[in-house]
């Protein structure tokens, strides 16, 4: 009898650890089929883009992007919980994992409490990403970082971040990136150099707006010398929720110190904003509409990308996408589709200066 009330006490000890911790393994899987005009050649495939051809392929993440991993949660009691989250990104089309290594995206863990929020450490996406979820595209391949050539969706190690719950409809994130060098802000001995950023966002039944704050530091010298790659961001964003209707819009100043600048290349100030309108058709449909501009100093140029799209989804885990687009620059702007490097070169992709870069992409998404 004394066996069998043991190995009953044993049992429920183990139902009850398996009730309080979890691991799950989740992911997205997202392919298109593409076509785009506008991009550069060259008759000896190299060097500067003399021409303008078309192509169509397939590509893996143009929604969203493809990606798994792996999250758990143990639960200490008293709203207390230790959480950790592994995750990888990579592409459908080849299945080639990044090169930057097995958990890429997100490699994590940390506490949070009910009252206090969440505290975590490690690899993250940079806090300059939270601009996600005021952007009508989500930060499709083609949304608000194409025209800052990447800014701001970049990743970021060595951090420690801090998300608030929400009191009164407020709620505070903010994020701080060793550079790990010998020099606080970088110098040249570590992939990366500083970085840090805090966003306040106030959300109600009608709207919500979000302030943010970021900075990049060069990893070379710790400065700020680059818009696209090292340098001060300031954001205002807004969502308006008006029934089956989402407006949404944004302004970006992003600056730099103020360095040598090259026309066409490397501005030292942009000016980015967008405003686009989401329409929610039916539970399962949306048709989505947006423009993003840029306008940069230095005779680098403006830009202006205008975008319809849609999505429609055939169950809770899948969903097809599409969305048609094109990038118009003026004289000495080349600002592509996708958020490509700076540069006239054929590997840069970007269109030659002054032309336009168009495409559309249909594709299917599914959520493990």
């Keep these: 009898m004394k066996k069998i009330l043991l190995s009953l006490l044993l049992v429920g000890m183990a139902l009850e650890a398996h009730a309080q911790s979890s691991v799950t393994l989740y992911g997205r899987l997202d392919e298109a089929l593409e076509y785009m005009s506008g991009v550069p050649t060259n008759p000896s495939s190299s060097g500067a883009a003399q021409s303008s051809t078309h192509r169509f392929r397939l590509v893996g993440g143009n929604w969203q992007g493809s990606f798994w991993g792996i999250k758990g949660v143990e639960d200490l009691g008293s709203g207390n919980r230790v959480l950790f989250k592994l995750e990888s990104g990579f592409n459908i089309a080849t299945g080639q994992g990044s090169p930057s290594g097995i958990f890429n995206r997100w490699?994590?863990?940390?506490?949070?409490?009910?009252?206090?929020g969440t505290l975590m450490m490690g690899r993250q996406l940079f806090i300059?990403?939270?601009?996600?979820?005021?952007?009508?595209?989500?930060?499709?391949?083609?949304?608000?970082?194409t025209l800052v050539r990447g800014r701001n969706w970049p990743f970021s190690s060595n951090n420690i971040s801090y998300q608030s719950p929400?009191?009164?409809?407020?709620?505070?994130?903010?994020?701080?990136?060793?550079?790990?060098?010998?020099?606080?802000?970088?110098?040249?001995?570590?992939p990366q150099g500083r970085e840090a950023g805090a966003h306040i966002t106030y959300t109600s039944a009608l709207f919500?707006?979000?302030?943010?704050?970021?900075?990049?530091?060069?990893?070379?010298?710790?400065?700020?010398?680059?818009?696209?790659?090292?340098?001060?961001?300031?954001?205002a964003m807004v969502n308006v929720f008006l029934g089956q209707?989402?407006?949404?819009g944004a302004y970006q100043a992003i600056?730099?110190?103020?360095?040598?600048?090259?026309?066409?290349v490397a501005p030292t100030s942009l000016d980015h904003e967008w405003g686009g309108v989401t329409w929610q058709t039916t539970p399962a449909a949306a048709l989505i509409a947006a423009v993003y501009h840029v306008n940069a100093n230095k005779g680098a140029g403006n830009a202006t990308m205008y975008t319809i799209g849609g999505s429609y989804n055939l169950s809770k885990?899948?969903?097809l996408n599409m969305q048609i687009a094109t990038t118009q620059n003026s004289k000495?702007?080349?600002f592509a589709l996708n958020a490509n490097d700076a540069g006239t070169t054929v590997s840069s992709d970007n269109p030659l200066p002054g032309h336009s870069q168009s495409g559309v992409y249909l594709g299917i998404q599914h959520l493990f």
């Excluded at 400065?223 to 696209?228: I, L, V």
């Design 332 to 334: 000495s702007a080349n």
């Design 128 to 145: 300059a990403n939270d601009v996600w979820d005021f952007d009508p595209f989500g930060q499709s391949f083609w949304a608000s970082a």
């Design 166 to 190: 929400k009191i009164g409809g407020f709620d505070f994130a903010g994020q701080y990136s060793f550079s790990n060098a010998t020099n606080f802000n970088g110098n040249g001995t570590t």
């Design 245 to 248: 209707f989402k407006i949404q």
């Design 107 to 116: 490699a994590e863990v940390g506490v949070s409490n009910d009252s206090y």
């Design 255 to 264: 600056r730099t110190s103020g360095g040598a600048a090259t026309a066409g």
């Design 208 to 235: 919500q707006v979000r302030g943010m704050y970021d900075e990049i530091r060069s990893a070379a010298n710790g400065g700020f010398d680059n818009p696209f790659t090292a340098s001060r961001e300031y954001s």
């Design 317 to 319: 885990r899948t969903m």
